[in-house]
């Protein structure tokens, strides 16, 4: 997810209640590297090679309650 996404996606979706969570997911690690510079801060990575695991960018969402 870029920036410009996020705010494609947040104003088709302005009337849904419910919290967003955004993710992008890569098949491995060298391919989330190659894109990594140019996904959007508070967003997850979820990698197929490792489908137990998520990246968290910079964002407190599955850190605890707030």
Request: charge should be negative; hydrophobic fraction near 40%.
């Amino acid at each position: 997810m870029d920036p410009k996404r996020i705010q494609e996606i947040t104003t088709m979706t302005s009337g849904v209640k419910s919290g967003m969570i955004f993710v992008t997911a890569f098949l491995d690690f060298k391919t989330y590297k190659k894109f990594s510079e140019l996904l959007a801060w508070e967003t997850e990575i979820w990698l197929a090679e490792v489908p137990d695991h998520m990246i968290h960018l910079n964002g407190d969402k599955f850190l605890g309650p707030r």
